[in-house]
């Protein structure tokens, strides 16, 4: 008998878990009231203006990236310091989000019994396409007051 079934169970009860483990992350991080939209597939390649990537290595292996405009981080910066944020300041604060978000799910999905870490955050500017993923999930985020964010969970 295949151990397919159970593989393939498996992997999609890990990503439910990632998923929730993001929901719950970014809702413990930041302070803003939001709504999310059910999670979408994504095709083979991903284009974004500006965002950080963290990769995570472990039992699950993969990049989470949030994507938006430098506004809403910025926004967000304001919400959560007083004060908003521009230049390699904002830069600064968009990986520090990234790491505080990713490390907070690292934490919360150690209680499923996945063990993961994450690499130190990359801000990409400008016009980025990643691709070379298995699988890609895109958690749109609506906060309110502030515009919208994209959290990508791309999964080799």
């Known amino acids: 008998m295949s151990n397919l079934p159970t593989s393939i169970e498996q992997r999609n009860k890990t990503v439910r878990d990632l998923l929730n483990g993001t929901f719950t992350s970014f809702k413990n991080v930041v302070p803003i009231q939001h709504d999310i939209k059910k999670p979408q597939l994504l095709g083979k390649s991903l284009h974004l ?7 995570i290595t472990g039992d699950v292996k993969g990049n989470l990236i949030l994507s938006s405009t430098p506004n809403v981080f910025s926004s967000i910066s304001e919400v959560m310091f007083g004060m908003p944020l521009e ?14 978000i ?10 499923n019994g996945i063990k993961t870490d994450i690499t130190s955050p990359t801000i990409m500017k400008g016009n980025t396409t990643l691709s070379g993923y298995e699988k890609a999930i895109q958690l749109t ?8 964010m994209d959290i990508y969970l791309l999964l080799d």
């Not at 230049?87 to 520090?96: P, R």
């Not at 990713?102 to 209680?111: M, N």
């Not at 985020?141 to 919208?148: H, K, M, R, W």
């Open 102 to 111: 990713a490390g907070c799910l690292s934490t919360i999905i150690v209680e």
């Open 49 to 55: 203006e500006y965002g950080v990537l963290i990769g």
């Open 141 to 148: 985020i609506n906060l309110e007051n502030i515009g919208e």
């Open 87 to 100: 230049g390699d300041m904002l830069a600064s604060f968009s990986g520090e989000l990234g790491n505080m």
